[in-house]
Nanobody, 117 residues
Framework: QVQLVESGGGLVQPGGSLTLSCALS????????MSWYRQAPGNEREFVAS????????EYADFVKGRFAISRGKAKNTIDLQMNSIQPEDTAVYYC??????????WGQGTQVTVSS
């Protein structure tokens, strides 16, 4: 089982930037896919971006393409989400997720991102 702890959320102005980080611990396999999801008040949790742990291939939701970038962090066993050109509609709790075939996914506790001037 993988444990995940998100950090880096906060208040940011429209057009600004923010980097979220997800610290991973426990058993991490090459088959793991690490993802960021978000959930705004009154909305369902939605996929934002993912990265394959072994090969580094990435996928993005259409609404963040060209603005957000997911990567393995500089610190060991971390996943970062670089958020640029942030808009008010990006306000949400952002969750880190670790998934691999045949296993229930693991979730972090979430970090709040609020976009407001």
């Amino acid at each position: 089982q993988v444990q995940l702890v998100e950090s880096g959320g906060g208040l940011v102005q429209p057009g600004g930037s923010l980097t979220l980080s997800c610290a991973l611990s426990g058993l991490i396999f090459n088959s793991h896919v690490m993802s960021w999801y978000r959930q705004a008040p009154g909305n369902e949790r939605e996929f934002v971006a993912s990265i394959n742990w072994r090969g580094g291939s990435t996928e993005y939701a259409d609404f963040v393409k060209g603005r957000f970038a997911i990567s393995r962090g500089k610190a060991k066993n971390t996943i970062d989400l670089q958020m640029n050109s942030i808009q008010p509609e990006d306000t949400a709790v952002y969750y880190c997720n670790a998934a691999r075939p045949g296993r229930a996914p693991s979730w972090g506790q979430g970090t709040q991102v609020t976009v407001s001037s």
